[in-house]
């Protein structure tokens, strides 16, 4: 039941990412890519700035979105 939880955080990560930075989502699979690979660079992320955004789900979320917007924000810079 774990790993179905993480893929849905994931894809939801995902996809709230795609609103914020491009106003769409990256289709289901996109999505979870985008939200796990996020959740990784937003905990990299805030453990290098010693910010915790909490525990439980809500708080990996939050830290799976911002990786999610950072990853999307350094694609974009490539891409250009």
């Given at each position: 039941m774990n790993l179905v939880w993480f893929l849905v955080m994931g894809a939801l990560a995902g996809w709230i990412a795609g609103k914020?930075?491009?106003g769409g989502g990256f289709g289901v699979?996109?999505?979870?890519?985008?939200?796990?690979i996020g959740a990784v660079v937003g905990?990299?992320?805030f453990g290098a700035l010693g910010i915790s955004a909490g525990g439980g789900l809500?708080?990996?979320?939050?830290t799976a979105v911002?990786?999610?917007v950072i990853l999307l924000f350094i694609v974009?810079?490539?891409?250009k």
């Open positions: 914020i930075t491009k699979v996109g999505n979870i890519v985008v939200g796990v905990g990299w992320a809500i708080g990996s979320l939050v911002a990786g999610a974009g810079l490539i891409k």
